[in-house]
């Protein structure tokens, strides 16, 4: 029986099971596909997530640095760089191989292509049934996304108003045309999809192009993407791509029961805005290594000692995924405006841009715009550019 399984190898689970194999807990990871595997993602990887990660990523790994950002909006655009570095981009692929084998290197065993049919529960021990047989552990975290196997133990599933759907594609160019659209910035433009946005970040030798939407009204995702994709005058007549479910972060959800916690996607831990979820995945992973260990040393992964996870979460990060969630009300309930008012003033952009690194929060953000927010829309209707 091991101390510890991990199911899935993302950020949060690679993240929690390196840790608590480098406690010396005998743990297990367990990956439906074969790594390195494609993962349909942006990429930006940001200041914060990376400060919580434990661990220097490999130069090759980093195939942009991001200082700012462009807003565009029908014909407007605005551009905001900051002097530090904002966000790295990676490959999503060779990310989560990376921290992988990181977590292999703590002493963690991987089983690979291997999926999870069901977890139970017992006295003494979590059941985990799989596609190469039966595994049993005192505890086991799920990592394993928006359509957790291990989220059955310890919530309903999310509902569809609990969720986003995004399309993402790599779009190949050369790094010449890469610096000449938009060097070392990520490109945002809203109005492209109804409660969302489309994105073209830079990476090393291709773009990654995709758009992000929460709206339940979005019945054609594929011809939004190929519009999106023509109007940018990219070539799409061979672009396929990836869809995924992102769960909407910032609503009371239960993570912990008796011997499971989850992390990441499968506990809702996404801004409910940016749809950026690597710093929360990471934070979470970290939070629930820590809670594991200190169950091991007590003997008890009840789910009384387990709750000390959301604590954590709570003390963390928690309240800023609720305030993103009231933002992102605030921002689409009035979208035409919020648009025109975003892409037309830059103090605004400026602090923007620093949402995804944790300076500011997204309540601090809010209290900083709310007495501007009358002049803002004066200015919108007076001097209206789009």
């Known amino acids: 029986m091991y101390d510890a399984i991990v199911i899935g190898t993302g950020p949060a689970g690679s993240t929690a099971a390196r840790h608590i194999a480098a406690a010396g807990l005998d743990t ?3 990956e439906k596909e074969a790594l390195p595997r494609v993962k349909p993602c942006g990429g930006a990887l940001s200041e914060h997530a990376l400060s919580n990660l434990g661990i220097k990523l490999p ?7 991001c200082f700012g950002a462009r807003i565009r909006y029908k014909t407007c655009s605005l551009e905001s760089e900051a002097r530090e570095r904002l966000s790295i981009m990676v490959s999503r692929d060779k990310l989560d191989h990376h921290l992988a084998n990181c977590a292999v290197d703590a ?10 049919i069901s977890t139970h529960t ?7 049934e799989t596609t190469e047989g039966t595994f049993r552990s005192k505890v086991v975290i799920g990592a394993d996304g928006v359509n957790s196997v291990c989220a059955k133990n310890v919530r309903p599933p999310f509902t569809p108003q609990e969720i986003c759907f995004a399309l993402e594609a790599e779009i190949p160019a050369s790094n010449e045309c890469i610096d000449e659209y938009i060097l070392n910035k990520g490109e945002f433009h809203f109005g492209v999809v109804p409660k969302g946005y489309g994105w073209v970040f830079p990476k090393d030798g291709h773009f990654s192009v995709g758009i992000a939407n929460r709206s339940q009204d979005f019945s054609r995702p594929i011809d939004a993407y190929r519009s999106f994709i023509k109007g940018l005058g990219f070539d799409y007549a061979n672009v396929k791509p990836r869809g995924h479910f992102l769960p909407i972060g910032g609503l009371d959800r239960k993570t ?5 916690l989850l992390v990441g996607d499968a506990a809702g831990y996404v801004d409910a805005f940016l749809g950026e979820g690597m710093t929360y995945a990471i934070a979470s992973g970290n939070m629930a290594a820590e809670t594991v260990i200190e169950a091991y040393r007590k003997d008890d992964f009840s789910q009384g000692s387990l709750s000390s996870y ?6 963390s990060f928690l309240p800023n995924l609720k305030h993103s969630y009231n933002f992102s009300e605030m921002f689409y309930r009035f979208p035409n405006l919020s648009y025109r008012i975003l892409v037309d003033n830059e103090p605004l952009l400026n602090k923007f841009i620093h949402l995804a690194t944790g300076r500011p929060s997204y309540f601090s953000f809010i209290k900083w715009i709310a007495p501007r927010l009358p002049y803002y829309v004066a200015k919108n209707i007076i001097g209206r550019r789009c």
């Open 310 to 315: 959301h604590k954590r979460c709570m003390d």
């Open 59 to 65: 130069n090759s790994l980093i195939e942009r640095e």
């Open 28 to 30: 297990l990871i367990v």
């Open 122 to 128: 017992g006295e003494d021990c979590v059941v985990v």
């Open 107 to 116: 002493s963690a065993e991987l089983i690979e292509g291997v999926r999870v």
């Open 256 to 260: 912990y029961a008796n011997r499971i």
